[in-house]
């Protein structure tokens, strides 16, 4: 393990855990790979930004905001409260989306900085806010883009609210927006109420590496929307990848984050050179966050032993300064005969192993019940109680609980409820994906 970042910065460290045992001929290797970032500055709103992060909040004005009354009041207090949060000297704007997108402030397609004044202002026109007309997410995205690409600012970020499903865009359309945005800028998603699609919210985050998530009661928009705030405010360091290097015969099954969220990352490699990808983690602030790398190797004889692969840290070339490595670890692979170092399963790669299948099989489980497939539903679902019971993960199984009845936890044992409010099946699957640590060993 070694840092290499400044001292002014975040200081971060990558952790490989794995068993880099294999019997002979053995080609899978598997690790959890933990990137660490830490000592950055203290942050409130009265530390100076300097430039350094840009935001722009969506906020949905389509016509059934307006109903109940309390979800457009609650998405003006709660984008109020988030522009209270912004740091002075942040650059930011706030666009009123609909079938199409209008700037509320500041208009003129340019942001503005934030300071007690621009802040009072912006709040100012948060009054004019009112409901009425479609959902075209796109285009709000397509906004914040062109505002955002304006900015010098190395943290560029959209914080986006919808309560409804993008019914007047083709979803080919939403798809090439968030291919096009994506690199450009982060987003957090939220759906309001429960007439959103999961999908669309949580397809949204996962395009542009932020977070999604539900606020069922509009009352509670305003402490989430302040959070979602103080977190971007947090970033400090931007588009950080992780690198991998093979190689000659080595090949990548998959990159994962598998902690806080389950994230897919293979399909988003970019390539720098001869057996060398990127792989987009987005920014940082004080925090950790813990990826599966699975390589497979050539096979070999016991006794040889070679290196699979190695993880770089990488921060891109910026305003005249060079590419920076940030930190890096070594992923390994050794041949033995010895039957217990080999089959032996590495705690941290178990876990989050788990803690993926548990994903997948909540949201496997919700489909299978909206299509009918009751025996269906409940296998999946049972087996996602077994493993978020033995995982430890309390809020999961939580969640499950307003979904099915459970019989057995440690068998996987359950029935499903007969009825479930709309709430509770969203919030399961929006925070399906939601991961608990590895337990200590």
């Known amino acids: 393990m070694a840092n290499f970042a400044k001292p002014s910065a975040p200081r971060f460290s990558v952790d490989v855990y794995q068993n880099e045992f294999l019997p002979e001929g053995g080609r899978d290797v598997h690790a959890i790979v933990t990137v660490t970032a830490t000592g950055g500055g203290s942050v409130t709103r009265g530390t100076p930004a300097d430039g350094t992060a840009a935001v722009v909040i969506m906020v949905d004005c389509s016509g059934s905001m ?130 959103w699609e999961v999908k669309e919210v949580t397809g949204i985050a996962s395009a542009l590496l932020g977070s999604a998530d539900i606020v069922a009661d509009p009352a509670h928009l305003t402490e989430d929307f302040t959070l979602m705030m103080e977190n971007v405010m947090g970033k400090e ?27 897919d990352l293979t399909a988003r490699r970019t390539d720098t050179g001869p057996r060398a990808g990127d792989y987009p983690t987005g920014s940082w602030g004080d925090e950790s966050r813990e990826y599966h790398v699975c390589v497979r190797v050539p096979g070999a004889a016991v006794g040889q032993e070679m290196l699979a692969s190695r993880v770089t840290l990488v921060r891109p070339a910026t305003g005249g300064e060079p590419e920076a490595v940030l930190a890096q670890g070594l992923v390994r692979a050794v041949w033995t005969n010895d039957l217990a170092a080999s089959t032996a399963i590495n705690p941290q790669v178990a876990h989050y192993t788990g803690q993926a299948e548990l994903a997948q099989a909540i949201q496997q489980g919700l489909e299978a019940r909206k299509m009918g497939d009751v025996d269906g539903a409940t296998a999946k679902l049972g087996r996602a109680v077994q493993l978020a019971s033995v995982s430890g993960n309390a809020d999961t199984a939580r969640l499950l609980s307003k979904v099915v009845d459970v019989v057995d936890a440690v068998a996987g044992t359950v029935r499903l409820k007969a009825k479930v409010a709309d709430a509770d099946e969203m919030t399961l699957e929006t925070r399906s994906t939601q991961t608990v640590r590895v337990k200590k060993f």
């Open 66 to 195: 307006e109903y109940p009354p309390e979800k457009m009041r609650g998405a003006r207090e709660a984008t109020a409260a988030a522009i209270d949060t912004l740091r002075d000297g942040t650059a930011f704007a706030v666009i009123a989306g609909t079938h199409v997108a209008k700037e509320v402030y500041p208009g003129q397609g340019r942001l503005a900085v934030a300071d007690p004044a621009t802040r009072a202002q912006a709040k100012e026109a948060l009054r004019g806010l009112g409901a009425g007309g479609g959902t075209a997410i796109g285009t709000w995205l397509r906004l914040a883009d062109g505002l955002l690409r304006g900015s010098t600012a190395a943290i560029r970020h959209g914080i986006l609210l919808t309560d409804g499903r993008n019914e007047h865009e083709e979803p080919a359309v939403l798809r090439a927006t968030l291919d096009a945005c994506a690199g450009r800028f982060t987003c957090d998603a939220r759906g309001v109420g429960t007439d």
């Open 237 to 263: 360091v931007a588009d950080v990848s992780l690198r991998l290097w093979t190689p000659v015969g080595v090949e990548i099954q998959y990159v994962k984050q598998v902690a806080p969220t389950v994230q």
